[in-house]
């Protein structure tokens, strides 16, 4: 069994829409979860952090963490054409911060 | 503040050929991390400098793979000789803590 869980969609939305993207994980180890976006040819990039249980809002974006279910989701309201990317979840868990990442959901979201 | 520096973006060299990577981290970052996504994959864990040193070479492939992070500044990640199951993108990142920067990766093409 895999340590993180993401489903690599591809997911196709148009302007405006509520995204979910979701990514379950099976090590209780890990202690952050975070959430990245990448855009071709770059490096993926942080887009939000949480450490606890509960919801994480940082303007249309919301992280959501149920450490008992062992899931994590992404919420993007108003999504826009330039949300279009590859949605990473990664997870941290020991001293040398190490990720483990999922492999990334592609959204595009349609003008 | 400058970001981190990866080169080449892009390399394709032949098999048994030998290649360098370099990864310019965040000036005072101690923590520098390797990763790599191969194709349909997630983004794997390599390796971690902590300045010069080699806290964790866990992920390194085999004894093709070596890195080396000079006066703890910038690193080079050197395989020799290649082999078609190299071929992905290489990321390095840099960090204080959990935060990574990533930088935009180098995409190693063996044929």
């Known amino acids: 069994q895999k340590e993180v869980e993401q489903d690599p969609g591809p997911l196709s939305v148009p302007e405006g829409a509520i995204v979910s993207l979701n990514c379950t994980y099976s090590n209780s180890a890990f202690q952050y979860f975070m959430w990245y976006r990448q855009y071709s040819r770059k490096g993926p990039e942080l887009l939000m952090y949480t450490y606890s249980s509960g919801n994480k809002e940082d303007g249309r974006f919301t992280a959501q963490v149920d450490k008992s279910s062992k899931y994590i989701s992404l919420f993007i309201r108003d999504s826009q054409p330039s949300d279009s990317a590859t949605y990473l979840c990664a997870m941290v868990g020991g001293s040398n911060y190490k990720l483990t990442f999922g492999k990334g959901t592609l959204l595009t979201v349609n003008p | 503040e400058a970001g981190v520096t990866q080169f080449p973006s892009h390399s394709v060299i032949e098999k048994g050929q030998t290649v360098t990577l370099r990864c310019d981290p965040i000036?005072?970052?101690?923590?520098l991390y390797w990763y790599r996504r191969v194709m349909g994959k997630e983004i794997k864990f390599l390796l971690h400098f902590v300045k010069e040193s080699k806290q964790d070479e866990s992920g390194m492939p085999n004894n093709r793979f070596l890195a080396e992070r000079t006066g703890g500044t910038y690193s080079t990640l050197k395989v020799q000789p290649a082999e078609l199951e190299d071929s992905g993108v290489y990321f390095c990142a840099s960090s204080q803590d959990f935060i990574y920067t990533f930088g935009s990766g180098t995409r190693l093409t063996v044929v």
């Open positions: 000036s005072g970052h101690d923590n």
